[in-house]
């Protein structure tokens, strides 16, 4: 059985050696301020805070580098940090340590238009990265919502609305540069679309959560923009009905860019929140992306389609900003749930199935909210078998928030039944890790094996993925 690192392995004095080390080098980039450290352990869920005993502000890859050997040599954890807006509680401090903070490291290093790729720093947030490509022609697809960083979204394999057209992360990290628990830098893969040399470090540290190494560069698939987007909605009688006409679209292979579902809560929600008019109905957000005809006739197909399954007009569209309007439901979801509830707390939760069992899933978690009675949202990525829910409740409801437990219990168990998963992107952190070994069996012990042979000493983002 591997060992993985645990409270008892940490000492305070290792801890504390390493950041007199560390404060000597940094200077006032390293912080021991609660409020510095109490923001670098939000967790955006209603998993507790757990600080860590210092903050540092990196520049450099050989910022991160010098840092993590000083926490290796004195046993001290360490945990990255991008902007925060993982679900799963992966910038917890569980054992404290030192956070790096990558937010500085936020420059996109190189562009090759023609190869349709890019080099840059962790800290680049998605919606940076596209403004850079803005003249270029080009664009970077992987949408998670939030305008997460680039290095926590390889870290999270993060994915989103365009995943069934464009993929996830996987996908679409070419090669990475990371530091390593001991201190030392490495770089795996190259700009090659495609290599078979050696094993695939690059997918091993893509989805690590932090617990191997540290990323401090990515290479990154890039797309041209598209020459015609159009987008539309559709509203059904039913969320069987609604994921029944998702099932047909993607078996038909119309290669929709996205395919959005919100059930009723949700609608009513935005109606309330947006100040929309919308069917209070569960409805589909679509968009597709090709060349003029392209579009039109993918448009034309759905319209075939969901005429199965509902008497409702699919409403569609070229214009950006009628586009915009369209999806303002989608966009606003977050906060629009939070407002059925105001001062109360939501847990965000995502499972994945394949797309055949899709409507039994979510119709029977939406049968499993009635009868828990929750108050709870249901958002999904359908298109690739994905959706979310979002129960809330009053922090100090005892009773509320232990049926809100059971619930997120029965959702993982039943995407698991039904050959899923019980996350399609928000990862394991420190929310999901009792589902992994159900999910995964025996080849969870040998993740602990490869976890404790790139780091014997357990101290990167310890307390995450494996109990």
Not at 129 to 140: C, K, M, Q, V
Not at 171 to 194: C, F, H, P, Q, Y
Not at 200 to 221: A, P
Request: proline share 4%; aromatic share 6%.
């Amino acid at each position: 059985m591997s060992k993985l690192a645990s409270a008892q392995d940490f000492s305070k004095q290792g801890v504390a050696d390493a950041i007199a080390v560390l404060k000597q080098q940094f200077g006032d980039r390293l912080s021991e301020s609660e409020a510095v450290r109490s923001h670098h352990s939000h967790t955006t869920t209603r998993i507790p805070q757990q600080l860590p005993d210092a903050v540092i502000f990196a520049s450099s890859t050989q910022d991160i580098s010098d840092i993590v050997s000083a926490c290796h040599k004195y046993g001290c954890p360490v945990i990255a940090f991008g902007i925060g807006s993982s679900l799963e509680g992966h910038v917890n401090a569980p054992f404290g340590g030192i956070c790096i903070d990558t937010s500085e490291m936020n420059n996109v290093l190189n562009v090759n238009t023609e190869d349709l790729d890019a080099v840059v720093q962790p800290g680049v947030t998605r919606e940076a990265l596209n403004e850079y490509l803005r003249d270029t022609g080009l664009f970077f697809p992987i949408d998670p919502g939030a305008n997460a960083s680039l290095g926590g979204m390889a870290a999270t394999r993060a994915s989103g609305t365009n995943a069934v057209r464009y993929g996830t992360m996987k996908d679409n990290v070419l090669a990475l540069e990371a530091v390593m628990a001991d201190g030392r830098i490495i770089r795996t893969g190259s700009r090659a679309k495609k290599t078979a040399a050696g094993y695939d470090l690059t997918r091993l540290l893509v989805g690590s959560e932090g617990t191997l190494g540290i990323i401090t560069e990515l290479t990154l698939k890039l797309y041209g923009v598209p020459e015609m987007i159009a987008g539309g909605i559709c509203s059904f009688p039913s969320i069987e009905a609604a994921c029944n006409a998702v099932i047909t679209t993607i078996q038909y292979g119309i290669p929709v860019s996205r395919i959005e579902l919100l059930d009723e809560v949700q609608v009513r929600a935005c109606n309330r929140y947006s100040g929309l008019e919308l069917p209070e109905s569960p409805l589909l957000l679509l968009e597709f992306h090709g060349t003029e005809a392209g579009v039109a006739e993918q448009a034309e197909l759905f319209t075939s389609i969901a005429g199965d399954f509902t008497d409702a007009e699919f409403v569609w569209t070229t214009d950006a900003a009628e586009r915009k309007k369209l999806w303002k439901a989608r966009h606003d979801a977050y906060f629009a749930t939070m407002n059925l509830m105001p001062g109360g707390s939501g847990v965000s939760t995502d499972v994945c199935v394949p797309i055949s069992r899709l409507a039994e899933c979510v119709n029977e978690t939406h049968q499993d909210i009635q009868d828990a009675g929750l108050l709870s949202t249901i958002v999904g990525h359908v298109g690739d078998g994905n959706f979310h829910c979002m129960p809330l409740a009053m922090p100090d409801d005892k009773d509320m928030n232990a049926r809100i437990s059971k619930f997120v219990e029965r959702l993982s168990e039943r995407a698991i039944r039904m050959g899923g998963t019980c996350t399609g992107e928000h990862g394991i952190g420190q929310g999901k890790q009792q589902y992994l070994l159900e999910e995964m069996g025996e080849s969870v012990e040998f993740m602990k094996m490869i976890k404790t042979t790139f780091d014997p000493k357990g101290i990167m983002n310890p307390g995450k993925i494996f109990f």
